[in-house]
């Protein structure tokens, strides 16, 4: 498609907040031209504001012709990309994708994710940032996998319940164009629906 990637994810936004929140690796943030990622260090505080004004800064450096996907799971993002900060939603709210999985596969994919940080040297990853970040901010420190010590069951649980958090708010906030995690079917949706106009702050 010849896209980058913006990403709409409160926690990647974070500086060496790696393992923890699934990030990228460097290679793919830079074959995807990726924005929105690590932009603040664990200390400072974050708001959707500060993305929109970091997304309007990074696509400033996109040549118009350049589709941009957005992606991630923090819908107050996408609202005030769509909408802005203030603004009530148009009736119906803006239709846009969101990827169709099994509640169950999603349970599945997240004990094996967290399986895969905790051998990629998740803890190791949580003292370096303690010992270099000794106070967080209050939005760092809401990150799921940093705050709950070495309790991979309770890491487990709370991610569940933010991935059915995620789910309800798509469905209640939004007209959800619902795609099967396929590439067919993606591109499907892509061509019959997209791209959509979206309006970037001005930097």
Not at 74 to 97: E, I, M, N, Q, V
Not at 123 to 149: D, F, M, N
Not at 154 to 159: D, N, S, W
């Amino acid at each position: 498609m010849g896209a980058v990637i913006l990403s709409a994810d409160s926690m990647l936004v974070y500086k060496g907040m790696d393992i923890g929140t699934a990030k990228p690796p460097p290679e793919e943030i830079a074959e995807f031209h990726m924005g929105g990622v690590d932009l603040v260090t664990p200390a400072e505080e974050f708001s959707a504001g500060a993305w929109l004004r970091a997304a309007a800064d990074w696509v400033v450096g996109i040549p118009d012709e350049t589709p941009i996907v957005i992606v991630g799971g923090t819908g107050l993002y996408f609202s005030a990309l769509l909408r802005g900060l203030d603004r009530a939603w148009t009736k119906p709210p803006p239709a846009y994708p969101v990827l169709k999985i099994d509640r169950a596969v999603v349970r599945q994919r997240i004990a094996a994710r967290l399986d895969d940080m905790f051998v990629a040297g998740l803890e190791e990853e949580k003292r370096r940032l303690k010992a270099q970040y000794p106070v967080w901010s209050k939005t760092a420190a809401l990150a799921i996998g940093y705050r709950e010590g070495d309790d991979r069951e309770k890491i487990f649980i709370r991610t569940c319940q933010l991935a059915k958090r995620q789910d309800t708010w798509f469905r209640h906030q939004t007209s959800a164009l619902y795609v099967e995690p396929t590439v067919e079917a993606v591109r499907a949706c892509w061509q019959t629906h997209g791209p959509w106009e979206v309006k970037f702050l001005s930097p």
